[in-house]
Structures are given as C-alpha cells and as structure tokens.
C-alpha cells in the first residue's frame, strides 16, 4: 500500500463519518480514528509489520540494473566512513523545491548543518529535510518524486 492509497482511504473515512476504521493486510496495519463531531481532529496511525525478505535483499533488488557490480566486502569498507541521511517520515520525496527550480543538493556538493536537502509531501504538506551534519554529498539514494518511508536512507555524506 503506497501513500496515495493512505491518503484516498483517510478521506474516505473522513467523508463517510466512521469514528474509527482499522485496515490489517500481511504487511501494514492502519487504524484510522476520526475526532467527536465538531471537534474536527482525526488521528491515523499506521503500523509497518516486519516483512520476511532482508532488508539488504530490498536495497539491492531496487538497484537499477546498469550499477557496476561491487563486492559487497569492497562497498562496505568504502561506505564505513560514510553518514547515511535518513527520511524523519514518510511521504514523497522531493529533490526540487518546485520543478523549475534547481535542486537543494547535488552530489558533490558542500553542506553544512541545518542546510535544506530536500522536501518530503506527507499529506499535502511540504516538510523542508535539514541536515543535521556537515560534509560533502557522496550518493542520492531516492529518485526525485519517488515514495519514502520512515527511516529510509536518502543520502550518504562523507563528513572529512
């Protein structure tokens, strides 16, 4: 379930005045409650449940098929010294702050902390992702306008 269908399932049960909705499938459990009339608040929370396939299996399927292949010893010793930037929530990710604009960073380039790195949609709002360390961008882990989740790396950062 991706986070459009998330987002059609929340105003659908906001439309259709349920005060609370649970979704269980093999992989995601979503508990919707809506506020007491008037009151207008609605809280969702949605719970990822552990899938059975390694996490390395997932970022490697992902890979496109034109990366060179590495060993995975040689890849490791080179990202030791890295820092891997994680996405604080889930939503779209967003390299641009408009699409005629130029994007926050790009590989090689310099941060320093509190440096705006890209954007990330979650329910129509737009959460400017600062960072928290300085260093050089080595690698942009997301395509731009792809879906994230929480946790999710975004960048790695060599901080020498």
């Known amino acids: 379930m991706d986070i459009k269908e998330i987002q059609s399932l929340i105003k659908f049960v906001a439309r259709s005045g349920a005060s609370e909705v649970k979704l269980e499938t093999d992989d995601i459990k979503i508990t919707i409650r809506t506020g007491a009339a008037g009151s207008g608040g609605e809280t969702t929370y949605i719970q990822q449940l552990p899938v059975s396939v390694p996490q390395v299996a997932q970022v490697q399927a992902s890979a496109p098929a034109s990366a060179p292949a590495e060993t995975p010893v040689a890849k490791k010793e080179e990202d030791s010294n890295l820092i891997t930037i994680k996405s604080p929530i889930i939503g779209t990710f967003y390299r641009k702050p408009s699409p005629d604009k130029p994007s926050f960073v790009e590989v090689g380039d310099t941060i320093e902390v509190g440096d705006v790195l890209c954007v990330i949609e979650a329910m129509k709002l737009f959460n400017d992702i600062e960072s928290e360390v ?4 080595v690698k942009v882990l ?6 994230v989740e929480f946790d999710q790396p975004l960048f790695l950062v060599d901080p020498s």
């Open 134 to 137: 300085s260093g050089k961008i």
């Open 142 to 147: 997301v395509d731009d306008s792809s879906p």
